[in-house]
């Protein structure tokens, strides 16, 4: 196995999810000394950031999780709710 070190400077990383078929990673934080909360997708062939989704209106992530299509992600907060995601950063639902 590989070791792959993913950096965007000043970003704390809070929560952690691959895609089915291991061609995408997503990571949830927040910047140090800010309130700029986002999910961000890598791209693990390139190793390279692909899409920064703003989730300040979204409450805190709890969890993330791709669903089977690979394009899909869902966030969960700590109220309960859920969010569904593609990977360019739209709201689906």
């Known amino acids: ?6 950096r ?4 704390e990383v809070d929560t952690l999810a691959f895609s089915p078929n291991g ?3 997503a990571s949830d934080g927040s910047k ?3 309130d700029s909360q986002k999910i961000l997708i890598w791209d693990l062939t390139s190793h390279q ?4 989704i703003d989730t300040e209106s979204h409450g ?3 969890a993330l999780v791709f669903a089977s299509d690979n394009k899909t992600l869902a966030s969960g907060n700590k109220y ?9 950063g739209q709201t689906k639902k």
């Open 32 to 34: 140090r000394w800010s």
């Open 8 to 11: 965007t400077s000043g970003w």
């Open 80 to 88: 309960g709710a859920v969010h569904l995601w593609d990977i360019t």
């Open 60 to 62: 805190d992530i709890t």
């Open 23 to 25: 061609k995408y990673f």
């Open 1 to 6: 196995m590989s070791t792959i070190t993913l």
């Open 49 to 52: 950031l692909i899409s920064m």
